[in-house]
């Protein structure tokens, strides 16, 4: 887990680990240009607010505190941060393909089978128009979705908890994939990290 600090986290696995699946220089520019060019801007426009010194996940989690002049990039650039914060964290070289006990029990209740799940997640990936996430979270009953978020916006502003996520954006997969985003979620399977998704559904799940 990434500390809760307002700076560019380490990846925990090196820029071509996740090759073919993920390449080298998308990873390279993805966390060097693109997450740090959210974190850079997020900065600027905390910068001598009452939100300089919070975390970007508690400002996102109540956004009615925002305001107004400071909400559209707050959204905008503290989601974009924060979202690929976690995005790299659900990621691994060493997958083991498929979740294992508790979770994999509440997904073949929720969506009937793993196979089933993995239908309906790549189908929100394909129907998202334009940029933004698919996600896995617990809703407030604690049950299983599968939600799109347009843009950078973060489930934990409607609150949800995020569980796994894969970015739709096309600077995530343009270099290797083009615009065959089908091809990109097939291959992004064979990088969760279930251990971690299923850390954190069952932190929730209490
Ligand atoms: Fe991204």
Same mark, same amino acid.
């Given at each position: 887990m990434s500390e809760n600090k307002n700076i560019l986290p380490q990846l925990p696995y090196s820029y071509e680990s996740l090759e073919p699946h993920i390449d080298k220089e998308t990873m390279l520019v993805h966390h060097t240009k693109h997450h740090q060019g959210y974190l850079d801007k997020f900065l600027k426009a905390i910068e001598g607010t009452d939100f300089e010194n919070v975390?970007?996940?508690?400002?996102?989690?109540?956004?009615?505190?925002? #305001?107004?002049?400071?909400?559209?990039s707050i959204v905008n650039n503290g &989601? &974009?941060? /924060?979202? =690929?914060?976690?995005? *790299?964290?659900?990621?691994? #070289?060493? /997958?083991?393909k498929e979740p294992e006990q508790n979770l994999k029990k509440e997904i073949d209740i929720e969506? &009937? /089978?793993?196979?089933e799940f993995k239908k309906e997640f790549k189908e929100k990936a394909l129907t998202l128009f334009g940029s933004g996430w698919v996600w896995l979270v617990l809703d407030k009953d604690k049950k299983l979705k599968i939600i799109q978020t347009k843009n950078q916006d973060s489930p934990l502003s409607i609150g949800l908890k995020p569980l796994l996520t894969i970015d739709l *954006?096309? =600077?995530?997969?343009y270099l290797n994939y083009q615009n065959k985003r089908a091809d990109y979620v097939d291959n992004f399977w064979n990088v969760v990290n279930w251990k971690q998704v299923e850390y954190l559904f069952n932190l929730y799940i209490k």
């Open positions: 975390y970007v996940n508690d400002i996102l989690k109540d956004l009615k505190i925002i #305001p107004e002049k400071l909400k559209t &989601g &974009g941060f /924060s979202n =690929h914060n976690f995005f *790299w964290e659900i990621l691994t #070289p060493n /997958s083991t969506f &009937g /089978s793993f196979t *954006w096309e =600077h995530a997969y």
